[in-house]
């Protein structure tokens, strides 16, 4: 089942050749999905400014900083079930940012930030050291199928000497 994803837009249109396409937002979602074996299908990606990010990360969690990306599940009222897995709000500066330090490709972090946050709408997380390894080799699973290298190997940029 392809996943339905409604992709927001809220930054500015000279970032638009950097952003992940509806395909590859519905690849790397419908990945997790299937992993997961869950039927919910329906999500919200939004593509956002920093000060957006920030205002949410202060608002929902305490820190006033803007994040990478921030996971927002859907709660089913008692009795009723529908589709709806959840909003990601993904922050583009930030993830620019991070591919350029840690010598990553756009596409390729865009692609672990959108499976990251995935995981975190189905319950996945990182708080302790074995939740954290669980989600990470999940993680590291699903990006394989994209031909995406582990995303938390250290990478030595000192030349040998």
């Known amino acids: 089942m392809t996943p339905e994803i409604d992709r927001q ?29 869950d039927t919910r299908h329906e999500l919200t990606i939004r593509l956002v400014e920093r000060e957006e990010s920030q205002q949410l990360n202060r608002d929902y969690r305490s820190k006033d900083k803007p994040t990478n990306v921030l996971s927002f599940p859907f709660e089913s009222p008692p009795g009723i079930e529908l589709p709806l897995l959840g909003d990601l709000v993904i922050c583009h500066a930030i993830v620019v940012d991070e591919a350029r330090e840690q010598s990553k490709s756009i596409g390729d972090h865009y692609a672990h930030l959108v499976i990251h946050g995935c995981l975190h709408l189905l319950g ?31 990478v030595d940029s000192k030349p040998d000497a």
């Open 124 to 154: 996945y997380d990182h708080i302790d050291d074995e939740e954290a390894e669980q989600m990470e080799t999940l993680e590291r699973v699903l990006l394989t199928q994209f031909g995406i290298a582990d995303p938390y190997r250290i």
């Open 9 to 37: 837009i809220a930054i500015g249109d000279a970032a638009e050749a950097a952003l992940p396409t509806q395909s590859d937002l519905e690849a790397w979602v419908g990945a997790v999905l299937a992993h997961a074996g």
